[in-house]
Every structure is written in C-alpha cells, then in structure tokens.
C-alpha cells in the first residue's frame, strides 16, 4: 500500500475490485459452461469413447465414460464369492478393472453386475486449435 494515502480507502477500494471481478468471474463461467453445453451436443457424446468434429480451425473432441462401483464394499465378500478372479476384476480400492471385467468369465459378471451401481461420467470436452496452413502450399 502507498504510505501517502488512506489505508481504509485503499483497501475499501481493493476490496470492491476484488468483489467485481469474482462476480464477472462466475458470470463467465457460467457463459463458459453453456458453450461447452451446445458444444456437446454438435458433436455428440457416445456413452464410453471419444467423439470429434472437426472445423476449419478447430477439432472438438468429447469423452463419454462411465462409473462402475460397486454397492457392497467388502473386500472379504468379495474375495469369498470371486475367489481367484478377484485380483483379476477388482483394484484394493474395490474398483472395477474393465478390461478383467470384460474377460471375466460369464458367472464372475453376473455376480459383479447384481450389485454394480453404473452412472455415467461427466462428458469431457477438448477443444484444440489446429495450425493455421498458409496459403498457397
């Protein structure tokens, strides 16, 4: 702070630039969020894999994903009733590993899938601007 001035003024008026810029701040969020909403849907989102569009400057690219928990988190129910594809299919953490899930046998599925939960992921949204060509090449 300037010795010169009025500390009280100064910091009253640092403290209202502070509060109008975190309110511009979340208003351009907000405008951000809804760009990335019509975004989504032009391109389109699949529900596991990468969709992309492309634009003469832009390649737009969306994720779609989804969560497999497990609604019984107990490690000893799960190595009883999986026996020894449990370290094939699920993390410690009780996670899904996809790819084992996927390998699993029909029964080792079956027995995962009565008590997974499945919610898909927030969409991600990458937007790259590509290089400019010049002209005449």
């Given at each position: 702070m300037n010795s010169r001035t009025n500390p009280a003024a100064e910091l009253e008026e640092l403290a209202s630039r502070w509060q109008e810029?975190?309110?511009?701040?979340?208003k351009l969020r907000a405008y951000q969020l809804d760009l990335e909403e019509r975004m989504t849907a032009l391109v389109g989102v699949k529900e596991e894999g990468t969709t992309s569009a492309k634009t003469r400057n832009f390649r737009v690219t969306t994720t779609g994903g989804l969560n497999r928990v497990l609604e019984y988190q107990e490690a000893d129910y799960w190595r009883r009733e999986l026996g020894e594809a449990f370290?094939?299919?699920?993390?410690?953490?009780?996670?899904?590993?996809?790819?084992?899930?996927?390998?699993a046998d029909q029964a080792v599925q079956d027995k995962l899938m009565e008590h997974m939960v499945i919610k898909p992921k927030k969409v991600a949204l990458k937007v790259e601007q590509l290089e400019e060509v010049p002209h005449g090449l």
């Open positions: 810029t975190k309110e511009r701040l979340a370290d094939e299919v699920l993390t410690s953490k009780l996670s899904i590993k996809l790819s084992g899930f996927r390998n």
